[in-house]
């Protein structure tokens, strides 16, 4: 498990932003659960609301998959229609309408950052299809399938954009602060981290509740649900 990620806003390139996907590719790891903040561009989408998400669409002007190709984590050209596993996606409506939580599914769009979206930005990112926008999370899942893994994606939706006003920069700025920094402690998004952890393995298969069990159990709370 992460704490914090690695952004290109903060200088990183989207090679070395991706570096631990492959790391965990090495490991054997075939299946990753990303979480990450986001503003949301949907009206249905409340604050504190959680999106599943469906697809995405990559505006960060990168791709961690340019230049040689390593033939030993995945092929030249990944299929990148459906990057998003079905099955986990099945697993986590089910384990959330078992306890009442209304998940919303949608399409989330990765900017390159760090300037806040201006009005205009935010209506063409509307009218473009997304649902959520935020400066993260795309190109790790564009790794993760180029590395053959199962992904599973849920953005937490912190930050209201309207199509001409805005919430207050300085609580949009605080609510970024909160959820990004280099591989930073962030007790909030551990404790997503565990709620997601427990809502898939009350809700999935009986090895399902197991594999959540061992990823809580790693993450340091012995036992699970």
Avoid: W
């Amino acid at each position: 498990a992460m704490s914090g990620r690695f952004h290109l806003y903060e200088g990183y390139g989207p090679r070395e932003a991706t570096f631990p996907i492959r790391v965990f590719a090495r490991m054997g790891i075939k299946r990753l659960l990303i979480s990450c903040a986001a503003g949301g561009l949907r009206k249905d989408l409340a604050p504190g609301s959680a999106m599943l998400i469906t697809d995405h669409i990559n505006l960060s002007g990168v791709n961690p998959l340019t230049g040689p190709n390593d033939e030993t984590l995945g092929p030249r050209f990944p299929d990148m229609t459906r990057p998003y596993s079905p099955g986990l996606a099945a697993r986590a409506q089910a384990a959330a309408q078992e306890h009442a939580i209304d998940l919303k599914e949608g399409v989330y769009v990765q900017v390159m950052g760090p300037c806040l979206e201006t009005a205009a930005e935010t209506r063409m990112l509307m009218r473009s299809g997304a649902d959520a926008v935020g400066m993260s999370t795309v190109i790790e899942v564009i790794q993760a399938v180029h590395c053959g893994m199962e992904v599973l994606a849920i953005a937490d939706r912190e930050m209201k954009l309207a199509k001409h006003k805005l919430d207050s920069v300085e609580a949009r700025l605080d609510t970024l602060r909160r959820h990004t920094g280099l591989l930073n402690y962030d007790a909030q998004t551990e404790e997503v981290t565990r709620g997601y952890m427990r809502m898939l393995g009350n809700g999935g298969s009986a090895s399902g509740r197991d594999e959540a069990k061992g990823l809580l159990k790693a993450l340091g709370e012995q036992g699970g649900e």
